[in-house]
């Protein structure tokens, strides 16, 4: 059963301090996308990659946050320094890279920052 | 550009009742229609999706959408609900003539079935 993972599941840490997730799309996906979940904003697309070239980061403060794609099997998603409003839960997703193909979507990782 | 409409917040069904959850979407060309369930703490799980062809569209745990072109409606419905139904249910629009990959999500709908 194919799932996309994510680590860690969840993160407490400090403001100013540097915080990394990680992803693993499903294997053979090629698009993958790092959302964040607030009870305030929603679901907002923060950045996607196809083939793991960045396509869109709009979403994202260029600020403090940066996503990568060292390679096919890993994603990750930074920021620092972080702040209390960066507190939130992060999803990954993975889909095939066709318009029609729906999306997969890791289990999150929940961040609170102090 | 495309967006998704959830009119309601909250949907309240008892147990063994229809179930319908509204989505309405705005688009420049056809649309692509999806919908998600997200279980609490859990990731987003999708359901089932509108591509092209039969406007009844068929998904999982015996849910199911209707695609209204005119109505630019793509509503969520189950004839029976179950309490492990309660969960927030997410539309998700991209239209055919966008030259990317992203989904636009709706704010998401609160369903609660009360046994």
């Given at each position: 059963d194919a799932r996309v993972t994510q680590t860690p599941r969840h993160k407490v840490t400090e403001m100013g301090q540097e915080v990394t997730m990680r992803c693993q799309p499903i294997l053979g996906h090629n698009t993958v996308f790092w959302y964040r979940q607030t009870m305030m904003q929603g679901l907002e697309l923060l950045a996607y990659f196809r083939n793991r070239a960045?396509?869109?980061?709009?979403?994202?403060?260029k600020d403090r946050f940066s996503a990568e794609m060292p390679d096919a099997t890993l994603a990750t998603l930074k920021i620092q320094p972080s702040e209390p409003r960066d507190s939130a839960v992060y999803f990954c997703a993975s889909g095939l890279g066709t318009p029609y193909n729906e999306q997969f979507f890791g289990p999150g990782t929940r961040l609170t920052v102090l | 550009a495309q967006s998704v409409a959830q009119p309601e917040d909250q949907v309240n069904v008892a147990e063994g009742n229809p179930l319908t959850v509204k989505c309405t979407y705005s688009v420049s060309g056809n649309p692509y229609l999806f919908w998600y369930v997200q279980y609490p703490n859990r990731g987003l799980q999708f359901l089932l999706k509108y591509i092209t062809g039969d406007n009844l569209v068929k998904g999982s745990y015996g849910f199911e959408a209707e695609f209204n072109k005119s109505q630019t409606s793509f509503h969520l419905k189950k004839p029976s609900a179950l309490v492990s139904d309660s969960a927030l249910y997410f539309c998700a629009v991209r239209d055919l003539?966008?030259?990317?990959y992203k989904l636009s999500f709706g704010a998401g709908t609160t369903v609660t079935v009360r046994a």
């Open positions: 960045p396509l869109d980061d709009s979403g994202m403060p | 003539r966008s030259n990317d």
